[in-house]
């Protein structure tokens, strides 16, 4: 015979209160937000600083006019705090970033010759950015936010027995990553049928390709009919590629009608 372990509302309140719904870096330290607005502070997770990407000085006109030798390439981006603009020097004379160059990705990858140099500035209409040349690769000028969390208020339902969108996708965030995250989940869950459950589970697309799994899955066994119960579940999630990651939440369910609310998810990235 199956043994069933009810809770009291007093516990029921309290395990609702400990849940982890969101997470954030703050200086040096992951600062974790309880459901009940209290905050645990879980230690230094900074890693070693990265590289800084693309840097702009900043000169006055008459500043920029002066440069020469060592200081003067063609395709140096500048910011003059005269003009008020990015302006990038062409070999001959300075332009505003504003007259740049749209391209496709196709069409970037295709350039060769005098028309790439390192430091060149273009628009990608693909990724809808602006993009710069390494010498080697195309990088995003703008850095991508290293954590973020997303959110949704709804209440919507599946009978999917496999991990799929509800009828409002997501929430989703896009995280630049190394090869490891933190990801902390919290919904609030039910089911209408006793011994079904619930699952949310996170997919991840964009440089990285996972499908979500139940071992790492937000869960709940309903051992009588309509149990409900707001939960969080949190892990550090391996297998990056680094990069651009967007982590979004599914759902399924088993026995039954899940319904699913005040979902969350917060990525926090975690180096490599």
């Not at 062409?90 to 970037?108: C, D």
Request: hydrophobic fraction near 45%; proline fraction near 3%; glycine fraction near 10%.
């Amino acid at each position: 015979m199956a043994t069933v372990t009810g809770y009291t509302a007093a516990r029921m309140k309290q395990i609702e209160d400990s849940a982890i719904i969101d997470g954030d870096v703050v200086g040096d330290n992951l600062i974790l937000k309880r459901y009940d607005a209290l905050e645990i502070n879980a230690g230094n997770v900074r890693g070693p600083q990265g590289s800084p990407g693309l840097t702009v000085a900043t000169f006055t006109t008459a500043q920029r006019n002066s440069l020469a030798g060592a200081d003067l390439w063609a395709g140096r981006i500048i910011f003059n705090s005269t003009t008020v603009r990015i302006e990038w020097y062409n070999g001959v004379v300075w332009q505003e970033v504003n007259t740049l160059a749209t391209f496709t990705t196709l069409q970037r990858n295709a350039l060769s010759g005098l028309d790439i140099w390192p430091g060149r500035m273009i628009y990608n209409s693909t990724e809808v950015r602006l993009e710069w040349f390494t010498g080697i690769a195309w990088e995003a000028v703008n850095k991508f936010q290293e954590n973020g969390m997303g959110e949704l208020l709804l209440i919507e339902t599946t009978t999917s027995t496999v991990y799929a969108n509800l009828a409002t996708v997501g929430p989703s965030v896009t995280v630049k990553t190394g090869t490891k995250a933190l990801v902390i989940i919290a919904a609030y869950v039910n089911n209408n049928t006793a011994a079904g459950s619930c699952n949310v589970g996170v997919a991840v697309s964009g440089a990285s390709v996972i499908a979500p799994i139940d071992e790492a899955s937000l869960y709940l066994g309903v051992p009588v009919i309509n149990a409900s119960m707001v939960a969080s579940h949190s892990r550090i999630m391996p297998g990056l590629t680094p990069g651009l990651n967007t982590f979004t939440l599914k759902y399924k369910q088993n026995g039954g009608t899940a319904t699913f609310a005040h979902r969350r998810i917060s990525v926090v990235d975690m180096g490599s």
